[in-house]
């Protein structure tokens, strides 16, 4: 998946199972199981997975439209 941004929404993941792995403007980070990671409106971001096992994630984002 390529970087992308929510132009006028911020984002929360919370990652229900697994690990997941991000990429921002700031660099990658991890979140295991019950960990969460807020994207703010406007910043460059991905999701990804970088190990064998899939990771279930719940993504909100705000505020809808």
């Not at 807020?38 to 439209?65: G, M, Q, T």
Request: one cysteine or more.
């Amino acid at each position: 998946m390529d970087m992308h941004k929510h132009d006028g929404a911020d984002e929360f993941i919370y990652v229900l199972k697994g690990r997941a792995s991000f990429e921002d403007e700031q660099g990658i980070k991890h979140a295991d199981e019950g960990e969460a990671v807020f994207i703010a409106r406007n910043v460059l971001h991905k999701a990804f997975n970088e190990n064998a096992e899939d990771y279930w994630c719940l993504y909100i984002v705000s505020p809808l439209k």
